[in-house]
């Protein structure tokens, strides 16, 4: 009687197509060493960039330097919030729009329905994209109804919103940056939320937010993570979206 003895593999072996695993159900990389073999120190200060500026924490982020340094533009029909206040709802934003789309995708991940946390593959994006969307709408409906002496943080997200969508629906047939329409989304809210200031009290982080998009944008093509023209694209479609929905908001 003869056994078979079970197939061994190393690091340095890759399985035949009939070994490996259905297309869908492929297991996460175990080697984060092996996934970033060969990064020159560019490429690492790129993939910071995108780490730091990932488009799930911008929007947060954005709201929380308005709440720091100009807690008085958040407030309209009279309305008055204490700081204390202002971040807690502040806190309430951040779990809706960051985290749990954040826990979501590592769900995704552990369940092997993406096989990496950047999503380079179109057909990975669609689902985590809109569910992330779904998430921001109800976050835009809870500020829109629940708090209505905050109107600004309302239209903020109702445009995050759209540009969510946007990008969901884009990723269906094209791989778009997520990361360039978030920049180009905020540069969008600056843009508008300055022509409101005639002393130009927001000029400088305008500046700043110009200067990061270029720096995530141009992370992104060093990466190899997209084209130039889906990353120009998406900066278009951010920046213009937040734009006309804030100023529509701000004139009416």
Known sequence: MTTSNPTVYTLNDTPTPSEQPPSGLEAPSLSWQAAY?????????????SVVFHPLGLTSLFVGLLIAFYPD??????????????WKLWLMLWLTTFMMPMLSL???????????????????????????????????????????????????????????????VVSFWWKISAHSAAMGGIVGLFLALSQQQPDGALLVPLALTFFLGGA?????LQLNAHTPMQVGIGALLGMNCCFLVLTYFLRT
Request: aromatic residues 16%; proline residues 5%.
């Open 37 to 49: 073999q060969g990064y020159r120190p560019a490429d690492w200060v790129a993939l910071g960039l």
């Open 106 to 168: 590592l769900v995704f991940y552990l369940f092997h329905y993406i096989n990496d946390l950047g999503m380079p593959k179109l057909e990975e994006r669609r689902m985590p994209f809109a569910l992330t969307t779904l998430f921001y709408g109800i976050a835009a409906y809870l500020f829109y109804e629940r708090v209505p002496v905050l109107p600004l943080i309302s239209w903020i997200l109702i445009a995050v919103t759209l540009v969510l969508a946007l990008v969901t």
């Open 216 to 220: 995530v944008m141009s992370a992104r």
């Open 73 to 86: 533009k958040l407030t309209y029909q009279g309305g008055y919030f204490s700081q204390i206040t202002l």
